[in-house]
């Protein structure tokens, strides 16, 4: 049998902000977890499995699912409190064991993280008994999600109600069960791949952003050590063993002096001060501040707060408190943190936002020189996009559309007579309604009076209906030909653009950005959900050359098609903002523009149209286009004075109240 060996902690080179709150959190779980945020290939999940194995070992008792402390009334669940208070548990049925790191994949159900009834006992004996979930595994345990920001919502919603109340509360057919939740929660994610839920977001005590190491000797001191490791991992780790016992020591000495730090309520004021500047929602901040120096104070082994340890909690407790909106690129001002600790910040004056009209300058249809527009930020079109069609494929991970699902990700809510069962597949089977019905039967009832087991036939079984939410891809096709130059459009394209950027932060859409001019359509962002990226790219849009409209539209298409094909679930949506007066075309440019979109009515793909044409001279054909496509159709124009949600009642895409 061979023991694996895990890499090291104290082998870790750089990255020592990670390594700190990762520390951190294992002195005081307290402090509520940490975010750890970078590209890959940065030692994120080397640094959490490497914090698991110089964890002092914990003792539980032996035959509970739960990991209960047997010495704290506080951390048992229900029948350890029982027995303790009966008499207590004897050496034979306590044990030590090292702490573990628990994985929440991010394709588990939430039957599976909160846990659920055991199928087989309760078919078979007639008695409902739990099977744990995750949550259970992960008590007094470090609770690992990799990927945090690809979790999906209702599996995130148990997830911060257990984090928040160190309880899991488990309701399934007709029970209710609860067991202690408290654990070390640890995320790690790549900015790039989507963003994280603002609140999963807040629950994350500390948050540190990784990057890879620019410096040539530290590179060449991880490629020697991680050589070594692979080489002969038994002698690597037998090197950094005294590292690790010392570093071990001071996390145990740590936690038995944590509870005698303390902190004056001068700098209490200063956290408090500190958070009202970066305009930190909620107290949840300040809270986290004021643990987090406590803990630094004791993980050097001193009784009593600094303002360096105050700084260095602000650091870690406000980088992924500081954003107001999905876009906004906004860094922790570390030297305004400094400061205001130091007690030498002013506030700066108010001043009044000077609104400066700009003269609109003339320009021709045609302008083949390039020029980079600003986004605008009057442009309201968040709300063009609503639920439209159902489709029977579709993700269960979003948070738009609300429709039945056969997925088992979403969100259990009754029973239902199946059309057709397969027995194997006993996770599905809705057990109360199965026994309420098998026990309207007269043999059932006789047998229930006797104290016998209930028999299940086929007739009285019922599956589990779900609900699941949806999301959309949504391909926004932007016309930036020259014409887009006249009166700024482009200007007002991008700020609508911007203005449903928006909406895909909270909806966690999906996005892909194309564009067409000169004489070519080009995918400037595959699909993706991060919408940071997308608002990048729309930055650097320039406009100029001639207008490829069709291209643009087939490219649109095609690449509805294809997600359509990958079967994600995403819906895709095509948003055209054009002025549709395309000067690229094969035969007729106006036939070619319909043709094109009668393939895209004819696949039935959904189709929103933002004209943006001048009305001065309009030749009207997106209007044309939409009538052809059955599209909704929207001018810029009005987009920033419109209602617009009388017009979805209208048409019949929002329900009138």
Not at 243 to 254: D, S, T, V
Not at 462 to 480: E, N, P, Q, W
Not at 481 to 497: C, D, T
Request: with cysteine.
């Amino acid at each position: 049998m061979t023991c694996h060996k895990v890499y090291p902690f104290t082998a870790i080179i750089g990255q020592d902000m990670m390594k700190l709150a990762l520390f951190l959190n294992a002195i005081n779980p307290k402090i509520g977890g940490v975010l750890i945020q970078g590209t890959k290939g940065t030692a994120k999940s080397t640094a959490v499995r490497a914090l698991a194995d110089i964890l002092p070992e914990i003792k539980i008792v032996k035959d509970c699912p739960f990991n209960c402390n047997p010495h704290d009334e506080s951390e048992m669940c229900t029948a350890c409190k029982e027995r303790h208070e009966s008499g207590g548990f004897s050496d034979e049925e306590i044990m030590e064991k090292k702490m573990d790191v628990i994985n929440l994949p991010i394709n588990a159900t939430e039957d599976r993280v909160v846990g659920t009834i055991d199928i087989k006992q309760a078919l078979k004996e007639g008695i409902k008994a739990l099977e744990p979930g995750i949550l259970a595994e992960a008590n007094r345990n470090i609770l690992y999600i990799d990927e945090v920001n690809l979790l999906a919502d209702n599996v995130a919603d148990v997830l911060l109600d257990s984090a928040a109340m160190g309880v899991n509360i488990i309701e399934r057919e007709g029970i209710s069960f609860h067991h202690p939740s408290n654990f070390i929660l640890v995320g790690t994610m790549n900015p790039e791949e989507g963003h994280i839920r603002p609140q999963l977001l807040d629950r994350f005590g500390l948050s540190v952003n990784v990057e890879r190491i620019e410096d040539i000797d530290k590179r060449v001191e991880i490629i020697k050590k991680v050589e070594a490791f692979q080489t002969n991992p038994n002698k690597f780790y037998e090197d950094h063993k005294s590292k690790q016992n010392n570093l071990r020591e001071k996390l145990i000495e740590a936690q038995n002096i944590l509870n005698k730090v303390k902190i004056s309520d001068e700098q209490l004021k200063r956290i408090a001060q500190l958070c009202i500047q970066f305009q930190t929602d909620g107290h949840r901040a300040d809270i986290t501040i004021a643990r987090t120096a406590k803990t630094i104070a004791a993980f050097h082994g001193r009784k009593k707060v600094s303002d360096e340890d105050i700084k260095i909690a602000a650091k870690l407790s406000l980088n992924h408190r500081m954003r107001r909106l999905p876009f906004e690129e906004q860094e922790l001002d570390e030297e305004k943190v400094d400061e205001i600790i130091d007690n030498n910040y002013e506030k700066p004056e108010e001043t009044a936002d000077l609104n400066l009209d700009k003269e609109e300058n003339q320009q021709q249809i045609l302008n083949t020189r390039e020029e980079i527009f600003d986004i605008g930020k009057d442009t309201n079109a968040e709300k063009i996009i609503e639920k439209k069609r159902v489709r029977e494929m579709m993700n269960t991970s979003g948070k738009r559309v609300l429709h039945p699902t056969e997925s088992s990700r979403g969100k259990y809510i009754g029973g239902e007579k199946p059309k057709k069962f397969n027995f194997s597949n006993a996770e599905d089977i809705a057990i109360n309604e199965t026994l309420n019905k098998a026990a309207l039967e007269p043999q059932n009832k006789i047998a229930l009076e006797n104290g016998e087991t209930l028999t299940i036939l086929e007739d009285h079984i019922y599956i589990k209906s779900r609900m699941g939410k949806s999301s959309y891809l949504i391909i926004f096709c932007v016309d930036a030909s020259g014409s887009m130059g006249v009166k700024n459009r482009m200007e007002s394209v991008k700020g609508a653009i911007f203005s449903i950027l928006q909406t895909n932060y909270v909806y966690r859409d999906k996005v892909a950005l194309i564009i067409f001019r000169k004489e070519e359509a080009e995918v400037l962002l595959p699909p993706t959900r991060s919408t940071d990226l997308a608002y990048k790219l729309l930055k650097d849009i320039p406009t100029g050359g001639t207008t490829p409209l069709v291209k643009g539209l087939s490219k649109a298409l095609d690449l509805a098609l294809e997600e359509r094909r990958r079967q994600s679930g995403y819906i895709p949506l095509i948003i055209l903002l054009s002025d549709a007066r395309g000067n690229v075309y094969y035969n007729d440019s106006i036939k070619d523009v319909l043709k094109t979109g009668e393939s895209i009515a004819k696949h039935n793909i959904d189709f929103i149209i933002v004209d943006t044409e001048s009305s001065e001279v309009s030749l009207g054909i997106n209007k044309k286009l939409a009538e052809a496509t059955d599209a909704i159709y929207y001018h810029i124009d009005n987009l920033d004075t419109e209602n617009l949600n009388n017009l979805l009642k209208e048409k019949g895409i929002l329900e009138h109240s």
